[in-house]
């Protein structure tokens, strides 16, 4: 087999780097890797005008790091390597050449700046939050491990596709950055964003003015007070009502909300692709989201909207469902079981003992079932 060089007729690869991260952060005696479990939290007391911004530091934390590397793929063939900006640039090339793209071998590369640019940019992101939302304190979190969500008997893992992809360069140091220097914790057993949505309940209790930041979509199923988001990636503060909410379909095709009627759409008919959660697994017969949301719109009652969604549901799975989850064991459950399975994977404990189940909701609003 011939192994003479392959000529990308250009000029040679440049070469990246990844700084040795080891002297990133000074000699403090802050302990980066310690989790809290929600109940060990010490949550500070604040004066009555004050207002918080309670930050999801893994949000903040992946937008700096993830525009912190330059992604460029690298191809290779005949043991000579070239880098191109993406794949269809490369593509195109070989279209151009005649040549077969999938004689290449080729691969991701992150190329990331300076260590200190992206705390730099860390730093201001948080400075740059605080003034936007006008707060005069701010909290933040970051998800540690054991997510109790992780052995829900789901057909597919949760977040199972999120593994094998490729991380931002600093997305750790970031978020060790903020522990050292912005005072952040580390959460264990639940995920960050049921934490922050805790501390934005408790805040609320204790009225207190509080804003949430986060992109997350998951964080607009709150429906027990009105919740103010900042989300970075638009630059806007919404307050969603509280109560059933709304639902809207989003550039003629993605249904988003917010209040109950998101938290009962998600759980119980659209899902999440990317969480990997999804109840129309056990549909016996097709029913999407347009449909959804034509048939509860204009409900505006609760318990009408909680009734209507419980009739559908238990039309859709029937009495029992049969089925193997991801770790090849078989279950038998009925429609009840199942919708609690996947309420379990969309709703946000607000507290550390929180036991609000699907059930106790239909309870609370009388609807039978």
Known sequence: MSTKPFNFYATPIGSSYKKNLEESFDSSDVDVTKEYFAHEVETPKYPK???????????????????????????????????????????????LKGWDYDSFVVTDLLKP??????????????????ERVKATHFELYIGGSGNFRDQLPLPEKYKGSR???????????????????????????????????????????????????????????EWRYPITIYNPDKDDIVTYKDGLGELWIQDGKHLKGSGLKWLISQSMIVGDV??????????????GAKTWYKDVCDIEDTTEFLQFAVDKFKSLVGDEATYTDWTGVTHSKNWLEVAEMYFSCAYMRVYSEDETTLESLLKEHDVEY
Do not use: W
Not at 61 to 84: C, H, M, P
Not at 170 to 190: E, F, H, N, P, T
Not at 274 to 287: G, I, W
């Open 49 to 95: 005008n004050s207002k918080v911004l309670v930050l999801d530091g893994d949000v903040i934390s992946f937008k700096v790091a993830a525009v912190s590397d330059d992604r460029v793929i690298v191809v290779k063939k005949n043991n000579t390597t070239k880098e191109f900006k993406n794949r269809t640039e490369f593509k195109k090339l070989c279209k």
């Open 113 to 130: 700046v300076p260590i200190e640019n992206c705390l730099g940019v860390l730093k201001r992101a948080v400075k740059n939050a605080m």
């Open 163 to 221: 593994t094998g992809g490729i991380r931002p360069t600093y997305l750790s140091d970031c978020k060790d950055y903020l522990i050292k220097y912005k005072g952040a914790k580390r959460i264990k057993g639940r995920e960050c964003d049921d934490f922050v949505q805790q501390r934005m309940f408790e805040l609320n209790q204790q009225g207190i003015e509080a804003v949430l930041y986060s992109n997350d979509k998951d964080a607009r199923i």
């Open 274 to 287: 990317t969480d990997c959660y999804l109840p129309r697994h056990f549909f016996n017969k097709q029913y």
